[in-house]
């Protein structure tokens, strides 16, 4: 998808939404049922992913991300409502500070015995930091990613359907 499609998407409230029918029959049913629905603004369905900003936004049928039972349950009740969006596109959290893919290295010599000392010390770092994380994880310090389920409606608007922790 290209720019300037990204760049229409556009912050909108219910109240901005008098005419679009569908899309306040999907509010109607989020209010309904209790789910935290809200207008997240107005572009065309993606047809690939895209990255804008921090948040990576894929295509539902292009994501590989488990969907928790109670999303797809959500989905089954917009659609046994009758209710029929273009699509769905899933909105995950992409902070730039996550770590890029390690670079593929060129071969190199055999090892000797201190490049093999060496390499013990990296994997004791490693697995430091590993034990760290799994510190930190239960205090909440590390990056939480949160994935959104986004209903896009006929006409164009975005709509939150469900959120996860990942």
């Given at each position: 998808?290209?720019?300037?499609?990204?760049n229409q998407?556009?912050e909108?409230s219910?109240?901005?939404c008098?005419?679009?029918?569908?899309?306040?029959?999907?509010?109607?049913?989020?209010?309904r049922?209790g789910?935290?629905?809200?207008?997240?603004?107005?572009a065309?369905?993606?047809?690939?992913?895209?990255?804008?900003?921090?948040?990576?936004?894929?295509p539902?049928?292009m994501?590989?991300s488990?969907?928790?039972?109670?999303?797809?349950?959500?989905?089954?009740?917009?659609f046994?409502?009758?209710?029929?969006?273009?699509?769905?596109?899933?909105?995950?959290?992409?902070?730039?500070?996550?770590?890029a893919?390690?670079p593929?290295?060129?071969?190199?010599?055999?090892?000797e015995?201190?490049?093999?000392?060496?390499?013990?010390?990296?994997?004791?770092?490693?697995l430091?930091?590993?034990?760290?994380?799994s510190?930190?994880?239960?205090?909440?310090?590390?990056?939480?990613?949160?994935?959104?389920?986004?209903?896009?409606?006929q006409?164009?608007?975005?709509?939150?359907?469900?959120?996860w922790?990942?």
């Amino acid at each position: 998808m290209d720019n300037r499609h990204i760049n229409q998407l556009s912050e909108k409230s219910s109240s901005d939404c008098t005419t679009c029918i569908q899309t306040q029959r999907f509010l109607s049913l989020g209010e309904r049922l209790g789910w935290d629905t809200q207008i997240l603004g107005e572009a065309p369905m993606l047809t690939q992913s895209v990255r804008v900003n921090n948040w990576l936004l894929v295509p539902a049928h292009m994501d590989s991300s488990r969907i928790p039972s109670r999303t797809l349950r959500r989905i089954q009740t917009i659609f046994s409502e009758g209710l029929r969006p273009q699509g769905f596109v899933v909105v995950h959290e992409a902070p730039m500070q996550l770590t890029a893919p390690i670079p593929v290295l060129p071969e190199r010599k055999p090892l000797e015995w201190q490049q093999v000392g060496n390499v013990a010390a990296i994997i004791a770092k490693g697995l430091g930091l590993l034990v760290l994380g799994s510190l930190l994880l239960p205090l909440g310090l590390l990056v939480v990613l949160d994935p959104i389920l986004v209903a896009v409606t006929q006409d164009n608007y975005w709509i939150e359907i469900d959120r996860w922790q990942a």
